[in-house]
C-alpha cells in the first residue's frame, strides 16, 4: 500500500511544448527480477502487468508508418516479456535504434541465458542502472546480491565487446542518488566510476548518466513515511534551472504503457497523466497521428521539477 503523493495539485512549473518527435519509449510491463527501493513503477517479481503480442504488434505497426529514430525499452525488467525479442528484432529490421534499459542482473537469471548475446547480435544500445560503485550502497537500494550480480552481467557484456574502445556496442550506466539528494556532477561522477570499475573489476563502459530521484511511487512513498517529501520537493524547486527547460525529455519523446496508452514521460505515465484525444479519451498509440504532436501542451504537475533541478535529468542524464 503506498501513501497518496501529494504532486497532482495545481502547478507554477512553467508551460512547455513539444517538439519533433524521435523517442518511442515502451514500458514493456512491470514484472522485474529486482524490487529497488527507488524504482517509481513499483516493479518486482509478483507484478502480472505485460504488454501483450497484440500491442507489441501495434507498436511495430507504428514504426513501420513513422520514421522513429530510437525505441527505448523499459519496464520492470524489459526482457521478461516474452515478446521482448519480436519488438526488438523488428524495430532493428527498421532500422531504429534499440535502446535496452537493463537492470544487469537478469542477464544472468535462469531462463534468460542468451539475453546478452541476443542484444549484440542485435546492436541495442544498454543502459544499464548501478547507483553506486560501491557494493554496500548498491546493495542498500537494490537489494542484497545485486552488485556482485550486476559486476557479473557487466563482464558479461564487456566480453561481447560492449563499451570496448573500437566497438560500435555501447553500454552506459545510470546513477541515482540513494537518498533525498540531488545527483553529483555528471562529468566528474562518470571519470570516478570509469577509474574504480576499471581498477578493481577491469570493467568498462561509455558513458554515466546521473538521473534525479523522483518523489513518485516507491520513492515518493519512502520519503512520505520518512517525512522528508516536502523537503525534497522543496530542494528541487529551489534548484530549479531555466536552461533545463529546453531540453526535458518530454519535449522530444512519447511514452506507451503496458495496454497501449500514450504519455508525455515515463513519469506522467505513473503518475497517470494520460495524453487525451480531443473528445478527452485516453490516447492510444493506434491514435497517434505524429505531425498533431507537434506543439502539443505538455501534461506537467509538480514532479517536473525533478527534471529540472540541478544539471537537470532526462532518461540519457544531465541536461545542457
Ligand atoms: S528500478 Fe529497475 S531493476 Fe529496480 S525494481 Fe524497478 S524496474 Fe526493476
Ligand atoms: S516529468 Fe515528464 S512531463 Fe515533466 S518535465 Fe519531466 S519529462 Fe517533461
Redesign the pocket.
Known amino acids: 500500500m503506498h501513501a497518496t503523493l501529494p504532486l497532482l495539485k495545481v502547478t507554477d ?1 512553467p508551460a ?1 511544448k513539444r517538439h519533433k518527435l524521435e523517442t518511442l519509449q515502451v514500458n514493456l510491463g512491470y514484472l522485474c527480477n529486482q524490487q529497488c527501493l527507488h524504482c517509481h513503477v513499483n516493479a518486482g517479481p509478483k507484478r502480472k502487468e505485460n504488454m501483450v503480442l497484440e500491442t507489441i504488434q501495434q507498436v511495430i505497426a507504428f514504426l513501420q508508418k513513422h520514421r522513429i529514430k530510437s525505441l527505448d525499452l523499459t519496464g520492470g525488467a524489459p526482457e521478461m516479456n516474452p515478446h521482448f525479442r519480436t519488438l526488438v528484432v523488428a524495430a532493428r529490421e527498421l532500422d531504429v535504434h534499440v535502446i535496452d534499459r537493463c537492470n544487469l542482473t537478469i542477464l544472468s537469471e535462469p531462463g534468460y541465458e542468451g539475453i546478452a548475446e541476443f542484444l549484440a547480435e542485435q546492436r541495442v544500445e544498454v543502459v544499464a542502472s548501478l547507483p553506486c560503485y560501491l557494493q554496500e550502497n548498491v546493495d542498500k537500494q537494490r537489494g542484497k546480491g545485486v552488485f556482485d550480480g550486476s559486476m557479473v552481467g557487466l563482464k558479461k557484456l564487456n566480453a561481447l565487446g560492449y563499451g570496448k574502445a573500437n566497438s560500435d556496442l555501447v553500454l552506459n550506466l545510470v546513477y541515482n542518488p540513494t537518498g533525498p539528494v540531488l545527483p553529483p556532477s555528471q562529468v566528474e561522477l562518470e571519470s570516478d566510476y570509469k577509474n574504480i570499475l576499471q581498477e578493481k573489476y577491469d570493467i568498462v563502459f561509455n558513458n554515466l548518466f546521473t538521473i534525479t530521484n ?1 518523489p513518485i511511487k516507491r520513492f515518493g512513498s519512502t520519503l512520505i513515511s520518512k517525512g522528508q517529501f516536502s523537503e525534497y520537493m522543496q530542494l528541487l524547486r529551489n534548484s530549479y534551472s531555466a536552461d533545463n527547460l529546453s531540453s ?3 519535449k522530444s519523446l512519447i511514452s506507451v504503457d503496458y495496454l497501449g496508452y500514450i504519455y ?2 515515463d ?2 505515465q505513473m503518475l497517470d497523466l494520460p495524453m487525451r484525444k480531443a473528445g478527452k479519451g485516453k490516447m492510444h498509440i493506434n491514435d497517434i497521428k505524429v505531425d498533431a504532436l507537434q506543439d502539443k501542451s ?4 509538480d ?2 521539477y ?3 533541478a540541478g544539471q537537470g535529468s ?1 532518461c540519457g542524464g544531465a541536461l545542457g
Open positions: 512549473f512547455i523522483m526535458v525529455m518530454c508525455d514521460c513519469f506522467n505538455i501534461i506537467i504537475a514532479h517536473c525533478g527534471c529540472t532526462s
